[in-house]
């Protein structure tokens, strides 16, 4: 029931009741004002788009401090959550006067370049920060905060062909970063180029994990944290737990390392990679790839862009979508399909090839399919 109604004092006064029937009234000089005010109401109500209007007064920190408290997530997820929303303009504003357009602007300044970095932010890294922004909306709006979802209809920035802009290493590049890294380091490389491993798997891999008769690697927790002060060994990602078949090369470059530079063993087990006394961790493992990799002119990589070396060399030996997401550690097959896709040969590849296969089985050889068996 909603109504219009002049007071005594000239004011007017428009009242209507919300999905619980408590009533909501405010007074305006004009009654085309009340009357606008009212039409707004009453259609989110309608629409299921009204909220309590002190509900939304907290601002995005406030929320996202209340929202992050009660969820069920590793601290590495916790952290790249906190960094998409703290990186946000609109950070310390009332969560009921975030638009569509302030998200838009915001995406739109990430695609450029700024005090803290030369160039814009990938797409992929772009969509990953939106979709946090997105998830911290959507549960305001579920705990009546917000009436709309601001990151809901937003562009983002077009992913390149195939839906990734990953940078993959060519083997000549692997080869000389390898060859420039610091000699303790180069393990840690090795375990991310040749077995996939995350920089997290690689530093919390013990001995106790490799299997030298069969030639496996088994990724039982990984290190989170980004210095030594909070560096601990947890649970690997979900899904990630997982037992890598390894080349029988990449076993003994293990047993050499082991060899030379030894093992460090405390109550938690025996690690087979250290940073001195501390575990490695985002912080230590980064500073000596960084190192290394400004050596050889490839600062635009990261160490996960040997996970992706790993994962191109897979698929290219023509390994099927379940191999590669074992191997990986993906909790699904999607996952592994929207990440690596574009690397899989096509219908035009698969087309192609079948067409030089027939024509294989024709011509004894390529000389042979112009060759003519003799003049008129």
Same mark, same amino acid.
């Given at each position: ?62 929320? @996202? ?21 703290? =990186? ?11 638009? #569509? ?83 303790? @380091? ?6 991310? #180029? ?7 798997? #690689? ?51 293990? =047993? #050499? ?26 912080? =230590? ?24 070396? @790993? ?19 993906? =909790? ?45």
């Amino acid at each position: 029931m909603a109504s219009i109604q002049k007071r005594p004092n000239g004011k007017w006064r428009a009242r209507y009741r919300d999905v619980e029937d408590r009533e909501h009234a405010r007074h305006f000089d004009r009654k085309i004002d009340a009357q606008n005010w009212l039409d707004e109401e009453t259609v989110k109500v309608r629409t299921g788009t009204w909220v309590e209007p002190k509900a939304g007064r907290i601002t995005l920190e406030e929320w @996202f401090t209340e929202w992050s408290a009660i969820q069920v997530w590793e601290h590495g997820t916790y952290l790249a959550a906190e960094q998409a929303v703290t =990186s946000t303009p609109f950070y310390t504003k009332r969560l009921d006067k975030i638009s #569509a357009n302030d998200v838009q602007a915001w995406v739109k300044s990430m695609t450029k370049p700024n005090d803290r970095r030369k160039t814009g932010l990938a797409a992929s890294t772009i969509k990953t920060r939106h979709n946090y922004m997105h998830m911290c909306f959507i549960a305001a709006r579920k705990a009546g905060k917000i009436g709309t979802v601001p990151t809901a209809d937003v562009t983002l920035p077009r992913l390149a062909r195939g839906g990734s802009t990953m940078l993959i290493p060519t083997p000549e590049q692997v080869r000389q970063v390898l060859g420039v890294s610091d000699p303790y @380091f180069k393990m840690f490389i090795e375990l991310c #180029a040749f077995a996939g491993l995350r920089l997290g798997e #690689a530093a919390g891999l013990q001995v106790s994990d490799i299997d030298f008769l069969k030639r496996t690697v088994s990724v039982n927790r990984q290190v989170q944290g980004a210095t030594n002060k909070d560096a601990r060994p947890k649970e690997p990602k979900y899904g990630s737990r997982r037992t890598i078949h390894v080349s029988e090369k990449l076993i003994g470059l293990i =047993s #050499a390392h082991i060899a030379e530079y030894g093992i460090r063993e405390d109550e938690r087990g025996q690690w087979l990679l250290v940073n001195g006394k501390n575990l490695f961790q985002r912080g =230590s493992a980064g500073h000596y790839w960084r190192e290394a990799r400004e050596q050889c002119g490839m600062d635009d990589f990261t160490l996960h862009d040997l996970r992706h070396f @790993f994962a191109s060399g897979l698929i290219a030996s023509g390994c099927d979508v379940v191999t590669v997401q074992h191997a990986l550690g993906h =909790s699904t097959p999607s996952i592994t399909l929207n990440t690596y896709s574009h690397l899989w040969p096509n219908a035009d590849d698969k087309t192609r090839s079948a067409g030089t296969a027939l024509m294989d089985s024709v011509f004894a050889s390529a000389d042979s399919v112009r060759t003519g068996t003799g003049s008129a």
